[in-house]
């Protein structure tokens, strides 16, 4: 219930609180203007919309720390989190109140990240921003989510890069016996670093219907400030088995051979395997060239996940089904499709008979370019 009381010289307006204490607000000049928001009080609190105006003078670092404790995301999640918000948006917002952060504010702040930063990096911070602010909006802090209808115009993503199986191959055969069967397998299943990274022996099946499984609760490693943990993979549809062609069976089982560790990819030592350290050390020599090898460039620019790309696109070209490509990539089908397209043994035959195929087709000439 609200109510306008005489006050001063004007007149203010009373409402009684969720807690049963009693609000009120001062400041109208004329009767009529105070029953007008005493009317729209009654009316947003019968709706459920109405917002204590008390949540918008809560400081957005406050309001972070509330959200904090409720947001439930993974470890690795939460250390992207943290680094935006630790580095970019806190210092920025946190002490001010929820209702001074608007829309032309934010667009300025975003011209400025546009200056020191990329466009991706931009973009996944004000995501963060938007998610924060929109929960204040849900539960009742702020009217409306600031962050609504902002325009980034960031530039587009470049396009990815793939490679032919002749360029994998070519790659892979200047490494290390370890590594070229990691780049092989990399590119033959799609399986992404943090998978290959994290990929333990007991989920390899080298027998009969060769597979490897993803585990949904320890099936990638995770880099997490510095740290190595084994963890749940990208999504839940991120637990999956790939079926394995059979040159690829051989080539895992040579390894086996080699290796005795737990893990199927090690690095130095038989360290578990580092994303930089392989990035810097093998894979940017292998692919850009390096002078005091003899190596002139095979494919400069193409980065270990496009590997994965690479994968989708032969997929493509081999006219594999779609529900296939879906699964062994790890992603979740979308609508009535998504509900009734189901993976088949037949389906299987053609996807490893294909990849078969392109192996054996992909021998590649003598690596004989030099840097002179």
């Known amino acids: 219930m609200a109510w306008v009381e005489k006050h001063g010289a004007g007149w203010r307006v009373r409402y009684h ?47 972070v720390e509330i959200w904090t404790d409720a947001h439930d995301v993974a470890e690795n999640t939460w250390a ?32 400025g990240l546009r200056r020191r930063l990329s466009d991706a990096t931009v973009a996944d911070i004000v995501t963060i921003l938007s998610m924060i602010l929109s929960e204040a ?22 396009p990815k890069d793939t490679a032919t199986a002749s360029v994998v191959r070519r790659i892979a055969d200047r490494c290390d016996p370890d590594y070229r069967t990691l780049i092989i397998t990399a590119a033959y299943t ?8 994290g990929l333990q022996w007991h989920n390899v099946t080298l027998d009969g219907a060769a597979t490897i499984t993803i585990d949904k609760d320890k099936g990638a490693l995770h880099e997490i400030g510095g740290r190595l943990e084994l963890g749940p993979p990208k999504t839940p549809a991120s637990a999956r088995t790939l079926h394995l062609p059979p040159f690829l069976v051989g080539l895992l089982r040579e390894h086996a051979a080699r290796q005795f560790h737990d893990h199927v990819f090690t690095g130095p030592n038989d360290g578990l395997l580092r994303r930089g350290n392989f990035r810097s050390r093998i894979w940017q020599p292998a692919v850009a060239g390096h002078k005091q090898r ?6 400069t620019g193409l980065t270990f996940h496009e590997l994965r790309h690479t994968h989708k696109t032969w997929l493509n070209e081999d006219r594999v089904d779609k529900a296939l490509q879906h699964q062994r990539l790890g ?3 979308a609508g009535v499709e998504g509900i009734y397209s189901h993976v088949t043994p037949p389906m299987i035959d053609h996807l490893t008979t294909t990849l078969e195929r392109r192996w054996r087709r992909s021998h590649p000439a003598p690596d004989t370019s030099s840097q002179g």
């Not at 989510?145 to 993503?157: A, Q, T």
Request: one cysteine or more; a positive charge; charged letters at 30%.
């Open 331 to 333: 992603h979740r089908m």
């Open 190 to 197: 799609g399986m992404r670093w943090g998978e290959l990274a």
């Open 17 to 63: 609180r969720s807690d049963g204490s009693i609000a009120s607000e001062p400041g109208y000049t004329h009767p009529d203007s105070a029953r007008d928001r005493a009317a729209d009080i009654e009316y947003e609190t019968r709706r459920g919309t109405f917002s204590d105006p008390r949540n918008a003078h809560t400081t957005f670092g406050e309001w």
């Open 294 to 299: 003899g190596w002139a460039a095979l494919q």
């Open 80 to 111: 992207k989190y943290r680094s935006h918000l630790n580095n970019h948006i806190v210092p920025k917002f946190a002490d001010m109140p929820l209702s001074d952060i608007t829309h032309i504010k934010i667009k300025h702040w975003v011209k």
């Open 137 to 158: 909006d849900d539960e009742g802090y702020i009217s409306k989510n600031p962050c609504r209808r902002l325009k980034l115009n960031l530039d587009p993503s470049a």
